[in-house]
């Protein structure tokens, strides 16, 4: 995981936000069970590259005047029309301590099932670990090639993962993708 970091300057209260936003800064917070709130503003451009980089499982350390505090992005807003950031609020990481992550389920592979016109059905896009944030990946990938016909299912615990990196939070029964047979006319 390559170390990315995002200078970010701390914001007062009374700056006023349509300004910042003029100047082509947003408002964010980083915060964490284990720290202070920081309240800083950030480059639009210079984040909207860092996060295309990182994702939102890296860690990205933001570098705040005198600090350094590794961070990784937890919720964000976005302008309904521009899609510009409008607000971040970042997670301030603990090495010993695990964080709770919903991570993205990505299909590869091909499969019998959906070559013989059936249809593949994804019930579950992500999935729910506790983990170090070191640990973090940006997608759990998941083949396909195991759905052989129709009815043939994948389930969580059918998951090649890394149990001692990963606490899966899921019911290990929880369908994950399945081959439906397609009803015709």
């Not at 284990?34 to 980089?53: D, G, H, M």
């Not at 990784?72 to 609020?89: R, S």
């Not at 249809?119 to 083949?143: S, W, Y």
């Not at 969580?156 to 899966?168: E, G, M, P, S």
Request: net charge positive.
């Amino acid at each position: 995981m390559a170390k990315i970091t995002i200078k970010a300057e701390k914001r007062t209260a009374n700056e006023k936000l349509n300004l910042l936003r003029i100047d082509g800064l947003f408002p964010a917070v980083a915060y964490g069970k284990w720290a202070e709130p920081i309240v800083v503003k950030l480059s639009q451009s210079e984040f909207l590259k860092t996060y295309r980089k990182a994702g939102q499982y890296n860690i990205i350390t933001l570098d705040v005047e005198w600090e350094k505090v590794e961070t990784i992005v937890h919720d964000f807003q976005l302008h309904p029309v521009t899609w510009d950031f409008l607000h971040v609020d970042f997670m301030i990481i603990s090495k010993e301590n695990p964080v709770t992550a919903k991570i993205p389920l990505v299909k590869t592979g091909e499969s019998k099932a959906i070559k013989a016109w059936n249809m593949l059905h994804q019930q579950q896009k992500v999935l729910k670990v506790k983990c170090l944030a070191k640990d973090l990946v940006n997608e759990i990938k998941f083949d396909i090639a195991k759905l052989e016909e129709a009815g043939d299912n994948i389930a969580v615990r059918d998951l090649d993962i890394d149990t001692k990196k990963f606490k899966v939070l899921d019911n290990e029964f929880n369908v994950i993708a399945s081959a439906v047979k397609l009803r015709w006319g």
